[in-house]
């Protein structure tokens, strides 16, 4: 690729390039990413089919397994999960406590460690790049909340999808941002990372408060959800531990360096406690029963949410084109930040309005699929986005010199 390559060298914790010995403080995720676009990168130089067996990384069956676990490890875990729920639902639901583990325990381990390791010091840089930041909070917020409202309702009316999926896809649509994804893939495909990282933080602080009022606003304020209860939950189970993570971050700075030095760790537990919110949860609608959703929904629910997906980023490209039409880096951020959308905030978020609704299992599915799905789209386009930023860069800097 040339001299792309440095443009979006692989990053630690610190935004610095890793050496040999800062590997392991690298994110898991990152180095998968990583592994993944160089593969594809290095078969394009070489003239390979981008889907052939070498370009994913797979020299052999067990590489194959062992690459895909690495990149989606967190839904096979969920995937178990439910099984186990659906298989032996009384043991998530009534055996572990969970009003206790799963409700307060977990929820509260997630949002501390985000609040010790959300960079929320970018926050200072609201002001710089205004017009494409507020674009790309409207546009994730506003323009992706109203499309999925309207194909979730066109699907309901036509009978393709029962209610309780039709209002999952509608809440995965008013999510925020994620907090790691799009600042990782940002990277890998020469975008804008100081940006990536700035919505990564302000994305999913703004979310907490409206990501919620845009619930009510689609769905209504319905008999399943108690809004004095859920914005409660919300501020004990959410707010204060993402607060009490920041000022343990400013204040210690030694659990902060400790964090840095361990996050790929930290994150792993994260993702085991939202792993087991999800088997509870799971358990507790299998325990109560569900009705009204079948199979074939399901399946159209996986095509649902990759159609809107491709639309949703389709529109964004072209918006993004039109509007920040040499700024290559900004658009390549801008395409993430516009369409992604968090399991980690996602899933407390469901279960504190709907925590005694008997389809809450139902409503979390949507962003189940939506997860895995932007990271496979996301990590796909990556090598062509990051010869697409070489390009324009290129051109910028041609016209510079003739002009």
Not at 82 to 93: C, E, M, R
Not at 280 to 307: A, L, P, R, W
Request: with cysteine; charged share 15%; aromatic share 14%.
């Amino acid at each position: 690729m040339g001299e792309g390559k440095e443009d979006a060298p692989p990053l630690n914790n610190h935004d610095e390039p890793c050496t040999v010995a800062e590997d392991e403080e690298c994110g898991k995720e990152l180095r998968v990413l990583d592994t993944f676009v160089s593969d594809v990168s290095r078969d394009e130089e070489e003239g390979s089919p981008v889907n052939s067996p070498k370009s994913t990384g797979c020299r052999s069956v067990w590489g194959c397994i062992t690459a895909f676990f690495n990149t989606y490890s967190f839904m096979v875990y969920a995937a178990v999960g439910i099984i186990l729920a659906y298989s032996y639902p009384p043991l998530g639901a009534v055996y572990v406590y969970p009003k206790i583990t799963s409700s307060y325990v977990a929820v509260i381990t997630i949002f501390l460690l985000s609040g010790i390791g959300l960079r929320t010091k970018e926050l200072k840089n609201v002001y710089k790049n205004i017009n494409f930041n507020i674009f790309v909070v409207v546009f994730n917020f506003g323009v992706v909340s109203a499309f999925v409202f309207g194909i979730a309702k066109f699907l309901l009316k036509v009978g393709a999808l029962s209610e309780a999926l039709a209002q999952g896809l509608i809440i995965c649509g008013c999510l925020a941002l994620t907090v790691n994804m799009v600042f990782i893939l940002t990277a890998k495909a020469g975008g804008d990372e100081a940006l990536g990282i700035f919505h990564a933080a302000f994305g999913n602080f703004i979310g907490v408060f409206l990501s919620p009022l845009l619930v009510l606003f689609y769905t209504g304020e319905s008999a399943s959800i108690d809004v004095k209860n859920a914005y409660k939950d919300l501020f004990l189970k959410v707010i204060i531990p993402l607060i009490v993570g920041q000022i343990m971050q400013y204040f210690i700075p030694v659990l902060a360096k400790f964090y840095e030095k361990h996050r790929s760790r930290f994150t792993l537990v994260q993702e085991l406690a939202l792993v087991y919110i999800i088997f509870t949860t799971f358990s507790i609608t299998f325990y109560k029963g569900v009705s009204g959703t079948t199979i074939g929904e399901v399946f159209i629910m996986i095509g649902t949410v990759f159609f809107c997906m491709i639309s949703l980023m389709t529109l964004a490209w072209f918006s993004l084109k039109l509007l920040f039409r040499n700024k290559p880096k900004q658009r390549v951020m801008g395409l993430f930040g516009c369409t992604h959308k968090t399991l980690t905030v996602g899933v407390p978020l469901i279960q504190a309005l709907y925590r005694n609704d008997p389809n809450i299992g139902i409503y979390i599915l949507p962003i189940l699929i939506w997860h895995p799905m932007q990271l496979f789209v996301g990590s796909s386009i990556c090598p062509f986005l990051l010869s697409f930023v070489e390009r324009e860069t290129q051109r910028l800097k041609e016209e510079q010199v003739t002009g």
